[in-house]
């Protein structure tokens, strides 16, 4: 028997661009999206600009999904789940599932693009509260009220005047099980912290961390902005607590440049919160059977030189499937899995 | 630990909390070896994985706020095997610790407490100047805790001792014996102990002790202390039968 | 406000932490393995008892009755009361309980002092305590939050460190003491969170006009943070339930203030050598910042050494005009009171320093014919007609 065609679960950037480019060599891609739309986290988190270019999300999002979509080969199925596969390599049996019914169409090779989610606060070592005050705010809920071109302490609805971003929240934290560096949430916070200065000019900007983690070309085009002409104030010294005073929060932490205590009270505070496998890479890791690492993210077991392939042959994974990935990673580790999918697909020997 | 070097005197730090005497400086050797049995200690690992110098400690840690001390600095120098700075740590800021354990929320889970706690018992251990001084005007509750089963028993609620207290510390000893025995359970009725203690779970204590090595620790900190303490224990533990 | 997307919608989402999401094995696992393996006994949790939520979203079992007081060398040195009122509310209950004297300190206070003990030491004395509760057949409930601290110190050592296994063991075996856990570690004032709705049955006093601040006992929920019982819907789950979840049920208000997770400033030798440590952070971390911001009638707390450097460290500053005077006292004592108990007999308030008098007159309890009853049994005593004040005088 045996398929040609390639099925992409998930359309957000990363399986948008592997069907794309894969369509583009010429194979017929199905795209699986279990949300109603397509756009991934960019989209139905609101994004406001794009880490690290500013341009704006729903824009470059837009056009990702008609490069795509527009491609005669590319077959696009949103609302709709994968909640069974069968066969191996060369002939997958898949179900799909919408509201009204379920499907089973042939696959020769699967790209995972199942991406990520935002970790709970709620799960915090710390004491940040979150679930217990309004001004408490994760990077995600910033990005919308930016998108909104609205920012303001949720509590009151009026433009704050002093905000500080605290990184690394359920990242590099063993207490929590997240060893990992969620490579993205320094650069956002940074991002968040300029467009916070041009929306509400007036606001004082802290930022609170452990490392900055500016790799490549962000130092230059993010972070020394913030600083230099944005003045975002860089604080090393994570805080340790948030609680409330006199109707503001109180930040607590150590500054440890200074190698002192300090307590700041500030309207907003926006919680860096990390990358943690979503509930889709977990499920279509479990029922495929490719193995996971120990934080639940699909293992890319072939070493450095292939980080596309997973433990079974014809599967690859892409984008935060495997681990913390910023927008550049996905877009290339589409393009690479693209590439190896179609190859195999065509009956090419591809070392993995 | 042999105190064979020559006396070099350290310079007192500011906010350092211990009467300003100086300490032994001893052979680098000897540092190391103070380390080296602290590393040993099984709880180490679980204490000490490395260090982000975040500060999250710091911010939480009570001691911080009043003393010269820092939780990090702690973390730090253990992760850096500091072995000079260790010994300054070990000989002052490690007693100014609160043991309260706010520093447990460390995101590498380092317990910088926990590390204070076997730094603490490696400076008894071995005596140390520092574990000596900081245990002065101690040595009653220790006494109290081992051959009482008990600490700090109501009868050692006196004012001298207590004078920030005020008088209601005077009226509950005044009333002591009275006050006692106006209390409905059983086992408060007691003034030498916080409550009845049974004579063989005392024994069984005292076997503790004895099977542990406290005693060896007691005698390196306080020899007057250990021959009090030993004296009632022997007392109890021959007529039981046994013989130490 | 202006409808800004998810931040409020996310809000009113109360948090739900999930089991399976745990960042720590679950110890209560690992000790039915090595009871398995023949190494230990565990002595399981009577019933009936009450299932709370802890940290991570797992399940603690709560005994109600049947229990072996472990006792505190705090409270039972200096803020008597404190247990009396546990015994109390115990036996209003209705619980079957042990009062034991087969029972050390667990002599964490002088080792996180002085240091002078060490790992097998410390197993000894624990385990010594816990065989004792398991040849009655009670189960032992805490009241120190340091003991339970440092007894889950000391699980986490018998049970992930084989060698100290074995030294705690051989000691154990020369007392003639099989090696015994007990399946849940239990403070008092968890018994009193899972009882909380009982006792607001019970309540005859009406607290809704009192304010209280909440001090929450670093060992209980910062040393081996798992064990600490979390709601929900208190504090959105982001805080300790425990103390809080009994204020909310009988009805006061629970006010914030800005402090709530600062020690206390007891300190251990601190408190006996240091005192003025113990004293500025008492008063200017916690009792000077609950004043300033929530002016509350009373501090709740959860531990003996809370209660004492709370309370304690307010005379000097208090001498010195600082903006202090709030009475202290047990969340036993505080639910106590709620259920008609006497303020001297049974809550013996007489041994804390702090003015609790304008609080009890908001409760409605008239503190001066109290003290007239309690001048009485205090008479009976010295003219030796009675031995000691019994439940029965305290009933009667």
């Keep these: 028997m045996g ?165 690394c929240v359920g990242s590099r934290d063993r207490q929590i099980g997240n060893e990992f560096c969620s490579k993205v949430c320094c650069g956002i916070s940074s991002k968040q912290a300029i467009e916070v200065r041009q929306q509400v000019p007036d606001a004082r900007v802290f930022i609170f961390y452990i490392d900055m983690r500016m790799y490549g070309y962000w130092e230059n085009e993010i972070y020394w902005p913030a600083q230099e002409e944005y003045r975002v104030n860089y604080v090393k010294g994570i805080v340790t607590e948030i609680l409330s005073k006199n109707g503001r929060l109180l930040v607590r932490g150590e500054d440890t440049t200074m190698g002192r205590p300090m307590e700041v009270p500030m309207d907003v505070v926006v919680l860096a919160v990390g990358m943690e496998p979503s509930l889709g890479t977990r499920k279509m890791a479990e029922m495929l059977g490719v193995a996971t690492n120990k934080y639940g993210y699909i293992e890319t077991p072939h070493g450095e030189l292939d980080t596309v392939s997973t433990s079974v042959p014809g599967v690859f994974a892409v984008g935060a499937a495997t681990g913390p990935a910023d927008l550049d990673d996905s877009i290339s580790s589409a393009g690479a899995a693209a590439a190896k999918a179609v190859a195999l697909l065509r009956g090419a020997e591809v070392t993995v | 630990m042999s105190r064979a070097a020559p006396a070099t005197t350290f310079a007192q730090r500011p906010g350092a909390t211990l ?197 060896d620790m007691i005698e390196e900190v306080d020899e007057g202390l250990h021959m009090i303490i030993l004296d009632v224990m022997e007392e109890t533990l021959e007529e039981a039968g046994y013989e130490i | 406000m202006t409808s800004i997307i998810p931040v409020e919608s996310l809000k009113t989402k109360p948090f739900r932490v999930d089991p399976s999401e745990a960042p720590t094995a679950d110890i209560r696992e690992a000790l039915f393995e090595l009871e398995e393996a023949g190494e230990i006994i565990v002595q399981r949790v009577p019933e009936p008892y009450v299932e709370v939520m802890t940290k991570y979203g797992r399940t603690k079992k709560i005994p109600l009755g049947q229990t072996w007081h472990h006792k505190s060398c705090g409270q039972c040195g200096h803020i008597p009361g404190y247990s009396t009122a546990i015994f109390w509310l115990t036996r209003k209950l209705g619980y079957d309980y042990l009062d034991p004297k087969d029972q050390t300190s667990c002599t964490a206070w002088n080792y996180y002092a002085s240091a002078t003990s060490n790992v097998a030491a410390q197993g000894g004395v624990a385990m010594r305590n816990f065989a004792a509760a398991y040849e009655t057949g009670y189960f032992p409930i805490i009241h120190c939050g340091t003991s339970y601290g440092h007894y889950k110190e000391v699980r986490q050592e018998i049970v992930h460190h084989g060698d100290v296994r074995e030294k705690v063991r051989d000691i154990m075996s020369k007392l003639g003491k099989p090696l015994v856990m007990p399946e849940e570690i239990v403070h008092y004032s968890e018994w009193v969170h899972a009882v909380r709705d009982q006792i607001a049955q019970h309540q005859v006093r009406d607290f809704s006009d009192i304010v209280a601040c909440v001090h929450p006992a670093c060992h209980y929920y910062k040393l081996i943070q798992e064990d600490a019982i979390y709601d929900p819907d208190i504090y959105g789950g982001q805080r300790t339930a425990t103390v809080s979840g009994l204020i909310l049920a009988l009805g006061a208000e629970v006010a ?56 304690k460290s307010q005379f000097a500053p208090q001498a010195h005009g600082r903006n202090v005077g709030v009475p202290v006292m047990s969340d036993a004592q505080f639910a106590a009171l709620a259920m008609g108990a006497h303020p001297y007999r049974v809550c013996q308030l007489h041994w804390h320093s702090t003015d609790y008098r304008p609080l009890l007159e908001k409760m409605g309890i008239d503190w001066e014919a109290a003290w007239i009853e309690f001048e009485k049994d205090l008479k009976r005593l010295e003219a030796n007609e009675i031995e000691y004040l019994t439940w029965e005088d305290v009933d009667g």
């Design chain 3, 256 to 311: 914030d203030y800005s402090t709530f997770f600062d020690c206390c400033g007891f300190g251990f030798r601190h408190i006996l050598v240091s005192r003025d440590f113990s004293r500025s952070f008492a008063t200017m971390r916690k009792i000077e910042v609950m004043k300033e911001e929530a002016n509350p009638d009373v501090v709740i707390t959860h531990d003996t050494g809370c209660v004492t450097t709370l309370d």
């Design chain 2, 19 to 215: 009467a300003p005497r100086a300490y032994e400086d001893v052979p680098y050797e000897e540092k190391l070896a103070l380390w080296e049995e602290v590393k040993a200690d099984p709880r180490f690992p679980d204490y000490l994985y490395g260090c982000y110098e975040c500060g999250i400690c710091v911010a939480a840690c009570p001691s911080a706020r009043f003393y010269d001390f820092s939780p990090r600095k702690i973390a730090q120098a253990a992760a850096r095997e500091d072995v000079e700075l260790i010994f300054e740590q070990m000989n002052d800021d490690v007693w100014n610790c609160s043991q309260c354990f706010s520093c447990d929320r460390c995101p590498r889970q380092n317990s910088p407490g926990g590390l204070i706690t076997i730094l603490r018992e490696v400076a008894v251990r071995h005596g140390l100047a520092s574990s000596q001084e900081a245990l002065e005007g101690y040595g009653r509750v220790v006494y109290k805790i081992m051959t009482t089963g008990t600490q700090v028993s109501p009868d050692m609620l006196q004012p001298d001792a207590f004078p920030d207290w005020g008088p209601d510390v005077k009226e509950v000893s005044d009333q002591l014996d009275l006050w006692r025995r106006a209390l409905p359970p059983e086992t408060l009725h007691t003034t030498s102990t916080g409550w009845e203690v049974s004579e063989k779970t005392l024994l069984e204590l005292y076997l503790i002790w004895h099977y542990s090595d406290v005693m």
């Design chain 1, 3 to 167: 398929s040609d065609r390639l099925l992409v679960i998930g359309a957000g950037p990363a399986g948008l661009e592997a069907a794309r480019l894969a369509a583009s060599l010429g194979s017929q891609v199905l795209v699986v999206e279990k949300r109603d739309v397509a756009g991934g986290m960019p989209i139905h988190e609101n994004y406001a600009a794009l880490t690290h270019g500013f341009r704006d999300a729903g824009e470059a999002m837009s056009e990702l999904i008609s490069a795509a979509t527009g491609h005669p080969n590319v077959e696009l199925r949103t609302a709709t789940e994968v909640t069974a596969v069968d066969g191996s390599v060369g002939d997958f049996s898949v179900t799909l599932s919408t509201g009204t019914g379920d499907e089973t169409v042939d696959a020769g090779a699967i790209i995972l693009a199942t991406g990520f989610q935002h970790f709970d606060p709620g799960r915090e070592t710390q004491q940040y509260g979150y679930y217990e005050f309004p001004d408490v705010i994760t990077l995600a809920d910033a990005e919308a009220m930016l998108k909104a071109n609205n920012f303001v302490r949720p509590s009151t609805g009026e433009p704050p005047e002093r905000v500080a971003f605290i990184q």
